[in-house]
């Protein structure tokens, strides 16, 4: 079975510092890898994914991630944080199952 | 703008009623999904369509029951709900399986 794991439920940053939301995953096959955001009384909107090719990927909003295979990890990262920022995080997965499956969300708090 | 409507927002029902959830999409999307997502919980997927066909039920109990009439609208039915089932419903919709899915704003549900 495939899963994804966001091990921190909160993470805080000074705005104008780089943050990283970390994910690692678990799947059979190749990854297809998604990050999203929600914001509050929205549904989720999608950031960013990895399919093949370059491990840095860019997105939405100044929003990067690496795939790093050999860790298994797809961790979210932008350069200098801004307090508009401050949102839920989900990092997504699809395996061989074709099925997409959500880490349990990383809240960020980006402070004045 | 995510090109997914769910109404209506805000729902309150008792647990003897009967009500359905909307959701519309107007992107040309082959498949959508209903997923539950409930505070201090990871985003749970309900129900999966392709192509208008049920693909996927994810032990959802029988009170809920998916209508997929076309390829653009989905419908949630609830009846007889229990308190537990308070959360933000939220649907959303892909082109194929394997792609990035696009959220509607959910719909907040609220038993009393």
């Known amino acids: 079975a495939q899963s994804v794991a966001q091990p921190e439920d909160q993470v805080n940053v000074a705005e104008g510092n780089p943050l990283t939301v970390k994910c690692t995953y678990s799947?059979?096959?190749?990854?297809?890898l998604f990050w999203y955001v929600q914001y509050p009384n929205r549904g989720l909107q999608f950031l960013l994914k990895y399919i093949t090719g370059d491990n840095l990927v860019k997105g939405s909003y100044g929003f990067e991630a690496e795939f790093n295979k050999s860790q298994t990890s797809f961790h979210l990262k932008k350069p200098s944080a801004l307090v508009s920022d401050s949102a839920l995080y989900f990092c997504a997965v699809i395996g061989a199952g074709n099925m997409l499956t959500f880490g349990g969300g990383t809240r960020l708090m980006v402070k004045p | 703008e995510t090109g997914v409507t769910q109404t209506p927002r805000h729902l309150v029902m008792g647990m003897t009623n009967k009500k359905s959830l909307k959701c519309e999409q107007h992107?040309?999307?082959?498949?959508m999904y209903w997923y539950k997502q409930s505070a201090k919980k990871p985003l749970e997927l309900m129900f999966v369509?392709?192509?208008?066909?049920?693909?996927e039920n994810n032990s959802v109990p029988s009170r809920f029951s998916p209508e997929c009439p076309n390829s653009s609208h989905l419908f949630l039915h609830l009846h007889t709900l229990q308190p537990e089932d308070s959360a933000l419903y939220l649907c959303?919709?892909?082109?194929?399986?394997?792609?990035?899915?696009?959220f509607g704003d959910g719909t907040r549900l609220s038993i009393l």
């Open positions: 369509y392709n192509f208008k066909e049920q693909t």
């Open positions: 799947v059979s096959g190749n990854p297809y």
């Open positions: 992107l040309g999307h082959n498949a």
């Open positions: 959303a919709s892909s082109p194929g399986s394997n792609q990035p899915q696009h």
